[in-house]
């Protein structure tokens, strides 16, 4: 923090080896580390600065998923970092609390560096989410889960070693899904929990994979929150899908000597045979492990209402657009193209965005904005998949309806992108960008 009350971040992007598996070691990519980055935390209101220094061997960014901020300062492929140079966007986050992330966006390279470990977690505190009593020590209560698929070659190493994991030999049409699932770096972990509740925050940090979450007990959980912020209440589950990009967060209750186990059960995809089998959507996979011990410190109740903000509702005369998402890496008919702009949306406009995919799945994602699912083919979504969000799972043939309200920044010369978050189709162009005039 300087003296203006500006809090400045040291973000190193680097190289390095890391033991993923038992005894092997792996060369990866990470901030400040050899695998992936610190979690960043500030609140409503504050002006952050973030020193950005690439020390990959090729050029890279870092982008801020979730954060309303000006479009010179989003990191995305407009604003690559070169290897050995610096980069210093700043703003102030002006945006309720939530779990939002990083991770790079270099023009069709995105899959590479972030399958290889630079992302981490960005969350984001307001008064609103102080007064409310959810837990929120970090890393004793308050927990960030980031699920990750990998798939290593024989003698250990990340597959496709330092070619692009774009490599068709490793990606179908879905990219590549991995057979070895990494929480937060870590291979078959568990936590050890201190107190009744635990609230986890889940990033899908995954290039393609699909996750349908439950407990092994069939035990249900709340869901607290999704992508940009908490919901109104918590909402009472046994399975939540998480596409790619997309964050859950969730309250978890452990009776002492418990060990339920976090794991993803087969149906996530909803495609039916044999889309769900191509996009990994019959695969089960543990991903970690509660161990409650035989005595734990009771957690306070559950609030039964969360954030107050008002729902996000379109006017009768809110401006559509359509985006057909499908053929060979293409939304409406065209591939990404940094020299075009594909949409200009008035500062501060809600409109209704109504995004089709074809035959595969797909996880919409649009940058400095967040939005409410109006409905899913006709249907309005579940109590828990209504909140504020920034990313949303297309499953197949589906038309998905959003309500979306777009930031004040204007900048008529540098575009945001709204894209596929599968990262195999956003580095094949399923991407597109819009600037707020
Ligand atoms: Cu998470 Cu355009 O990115
Ligand atoms: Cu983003
Ligand atoms: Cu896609």
Known sequence: VDADGRKHFDLRLQTGRSELLPGRSTETWGVNGAYLGPTIRARTGDDVTMHVRNDLPEASSLHWHGMRLPAKMDGGPHQEVAPGATWSPHWTVKQPAASLWYHPHPHGKTAKHVYRG?????????????????????????????????????????????????DESVSGETGILGDTILVNGTHDPHFQASRTLTRLRVLNGSPARIYNLGFDDGRSFRVIGTDSGLLPAPQERERVVVSPGERVELLVRLEPGESPVLRSFPGGVGAGFPQDRLSGGDDTFDLIQLRAPTTLEPSQDIPEKLAEGERLTAPPDARVREFKLGGTSRINGERMDMARIDEVVPAGAIEVWEVRGGGNPHSFHIHDVAFRILDIDGEPPPAWLAGRKDTVYLPPGKRVRLVVEFGTDVDPEVPYMYHCHLLYHEDNGMMGQFVIV
Do not use: C, H, R, W
């Open 118 to 166: 630079v992302s981490g977690m960005f969350l984001v505190d307001d008064a609103e989410s102080d007064g409310l009593e959810l837990p929120d020590e970090y890393g004793v209560d308050d927990i960030p889960l980031v699920i990750q698929d990998k798939k290593f070659t024989e003698d250990g190493e990340l597959a496709s070693g330092n070619e692009s994991i774009l």
